[in-house]
């Protein structure tokens, strides 16, 4: 069973580019498909078919060539079974799932232990 390579991608970023890049590297047309949203001004959405973990790795550094902002690894999918939405609402999810980091969180533990002194 193949898997698909999600890719996240500013909208500054170039499409052909990417296309040119999967094709150049092995990739057939039919491997793979780019969401561009008609705003033009917006994120799109790539998604790719790969079938083992040499694929896997070449589709993430083109991915990451091509400035991907993030990169999302399903697996028992394939291009020709998935649309945009499919795949939007696993990204959601796994989105969601996962735990972000907070770097301006301090955590403050007493150093004295309990006494009966009141400081201002």
Do not use: C
């Not at 040119?20 to 793979?32: K, Q, R, T």
């Not at 969401?35 to 973990?53: C, E, F, M, P, R």
């Not at 993030?70 to 989105?95: C, H, P, Q, S, W």
């Amino acid at each position: 069973m193949s898997n698909i390579l999600a890719g996240l991608f500013e909208h500054h970023s170039d499409y052909k580019k990417l296309e040119s890049d999967l094709e150049n590297s092995g990739f057939a047309n039919s491997d793979y498909v780019i969401y561009i949203n008609d705003s033009g001004n917006s994120q799109y959405l790539a998604s790719v078919t790969v079938k083992d973990n040499d694929q896997v790795e070449n589709a993430k550094n083109i991915f990451h060539q091509n400035a991907a902002l993030k990169a999302y690894l399903f697996e028992g999918m394939n291009v020709k079974e998935t649309n945009y939405d499919t795949i939007k609402k696993y990204i959601d999810a796994r989105n969601r799932a996962e735990i972000h980091n907070s770097p301006d969180v301090k955590i403050k533990t007493s150093s004295d232990g309990m006494n009966s002194e009141v400081k201002f």
